[in-house]
């Protein structure tokens, strides 16, 4: 008979032997002087002394430092005290707000579609469209990048219909996968504006190029792009001009907008499609005013304040450049996202541990299964709030672990 308790406890160990057990760190987010937050070290971080200290945050999805804004703190207070903490349900069963009305229209502005469709999270948005697309279309092929999101992945999966995996950013591959298909039967090419994980971004028009020879949907995850690209923050697709290339744009408010709640953006028919059908929709209380109105805000705000983005972009340049002329392997792949591979779980933890424990800087270790195995990295994100004297310490520390640690240097 299984021993719960035991199995439980063995799958844990299993993730401590591989270096690869996540250890949450315990913050406290000053809202008035960012990148810092107020760390709480646990027993699990090697100090003697454990009394809170501040540390600067390097990996925060934040990019734009837009949770710290006034005018959107003041939207989402004052969004609380207007219309109260909740929702009160479903977006069916009363829970549909003005707000959600006001940011949908919003949302379809933004990426110059005929509507839009809040979620929960940017998660959710992904596995509720895909599945309800999958199960929903007769005879469907998803034609996935490898690389394309967890969220994504167990929506293809959850739907049941049939999912070609094509190599990451490969047009010859996906090309060869879909002159196999049957030219009458409905596809969809499934990937994301900006990788995560590498930064990278996708040949969208060549993607999108292959669709229409083809006959199939775009799906595109602007995550990553949405707030740090395009004009207003419209992202990747539409700094390009290539709205008009995508059929079904997904995003959030997590990331560049510095908020939560995800959506889909698309022809008016595919929105209320998904909107009646989607089980991820229709069963769940809907965002919250807060939530909502600082959605709002946000879009406004930089679609008003250029500055934000520039002062970001400046910064990630500044940088990649100090990086450039340091012992430091760094992936640049064209985005604010600044992987920095280590190829090990064990060094991986010990450096953003040593970062943390003796420098206040907040690293997290990335590994499998969120990347391969060898892949492991320390994934840097920077804000507008991260100063250049910042960055010079941070280099600086990082380079002289880099040399103790005797880690492979850049060439
Ligand atoms: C590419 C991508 N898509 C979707 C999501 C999910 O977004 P959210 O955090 O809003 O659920 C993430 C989150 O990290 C992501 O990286």
Redesign the pocket.
């Known amino acids: 008979m299984i021993d719960y308790k035991d199995f439980f406890a063995q799958k844990i160990q299993n993730l401590h032997d591989e270096h690869r057990y996540r250890i949450f760190i315990d913050l406290e987010r000053f809202q008035d002087n960012p990148p810092f937050a107020l760390w709480h070290p646990t027993a699990q971080s090697g100090l003697d002394d454990l009394s809170p200290r501040k540390v600067a945050v390097w990996c925060s ?1 934040d990019y734009l430092g837009l949770s710290h804004h006034p005018s959107i703190i003041r939207a989402q207070i004052k969004a609380t005290s207007l219309y109260g903490t909740s929702s009160g349900g479903t977006r069916n069963i009363s829970g549909t707000g003005h707000l959600h009305n006001l940011l949908e229209a919003r949302i379809a502005k933004l990426h110059q579609k005929e509507n839009a469709l809040l979620f ?7 596995e509720a469209t895909l599945t309800t697309l999958g199960d929903q279309i007769s005879d469907l092929v998803f034609l996935s990048d490898e690389k ?5 992945i167990q929506g293809m999966r959850h739907s049941r219909a049939e999912r070609i995996i094509f190599k990451h950013s490969d047009l010859a591959d996906l090309e060869d996968k879909l002159k196999t298909l049957d030219p009458m039967r409905p596809k969809i090419i499934v990937f ?1 504006s ?3 994980m590498d930064g990278d971004r996708a040949p969208i028009e060549a993607i999108a190029d292959l669709a229409r020879k083809y006959n199939a949907l775009t799906y595109l ?1 602007e ?2 792009g949405v707030g740090v690209y395009g004009a207003g923050g419209a992202g990747v697709a539409a700094e390009l001009g290539l709205l008009d290339r995508i059929d079904i744009i ?1 995003g ?4 560049g907008f510095g908020g ?3 959506y889909i953006a698309g022809t008016r028919e595919c929105i209320d499609f998904v909107r009646s059908y989607a089980s991820g929709f229709i069963f769940t209380t809907s965002l919250p005013p807060a939530v909502t109105a600082a959605a709002l805000t946000a879009i406004d705000v930089l679609e008003k304040d250029v500055s934000i983005q520039a002062s970001f972009h400046e910064r990630v340049a500044y940088l990649k450049r100090r990086l450039s002329y340091s012992i430091i392997p760094f992936i640049d792949s064209g985005s604010h996202i600044i992987p920095i591979r280590v190829g090990d779980a064990a060094h991986c933890h010990l450096l953003s541990q040593r970062l943390l424990n003796q420098n206040n800087m907040y690293v997290q270790p990335i590994n499998f299964p969120t990347v391969p195995r060898g892949g492991e990295r320390l994934r840097i994100t920077l804000t507008p709030h991260h100063t250049f004297d910042l960055i010079d310490d941070f280099v600086d520390a990082l380079s002289k672990l880099w040399s103790e640690f005797k880690l492979r240097q850049a060439a």
């Open positions: 999805n929960s999270s940017g998660y959710v948005a992904n394309v999101h967890a969220s994504m994301v900006v990788y995560s995850d995550v990553h997904q959030n408010f997590a990331k939560f709640g995800g």
